[in-house]
């Protein structure tokens, strides 16, 4: 059996199939701004898409990674999936709620079995709010 390999892997603000199974991804994005932590980020997408060998079935593993230890561990996802006779198929899952808890670069990984199929990384960045005007909330004015 081929190893698997990912020709798309992405995170971004929505995803969908079609009936002709087309792949439809709108707003990918690697980098996270937020006020406070720990927050519950509202929907997000994880999108993917595998190659390997045509009609064969695969297990598979997803397991996020933070860059430190947190206080509640996200447990790995494991599933298996069915490639299409074209050798390829489309992973997709919403994440609603999704606990960020620390700044820094996590890291999202697929596995089938000891093998890693795909990996993506995204950062966590701590900001202040801006409001109108480019000014923090310390009325310090924001430039980029």
Known sequence: M???????FV?????????????SII???????????????PKMYLVAVV?????????LTLKLIPP????????????KIKLGPNGKAN???????????VSGIHKVQLSSGNDLVGEIEFKVNKTTATYA????????????
């Open 27 to 41: 707003g990918i994005f690697d980098q996270f701004f937020v006020k406070n932590l720990p927050i519950a980020w």
């Open 11 to 23: 995170l971004c603000d929505h995803a969908s199939v079609s009936q002709e199974q087309k792949l």
């Open 68 to 79: 430190e230890k947190v206080e509640k561990e996200f447990p790995d996802k494991e599933f």
């Open 91 to 101: 992973v997709m899952t919403e994440l609603v709620n999704f606990p960020l808890q």
């Open 2 to 8: 081929a190893n698997l390999s990912t020709d798309i």
């Open 51 to 59: 190659r390997g060998e045509a009609s064969q079935e695969y297990p």
């Open 133 to 144: 005007g480019g000014q923090d909330l310390a009325g310090k004015k924001i430039t980029n």
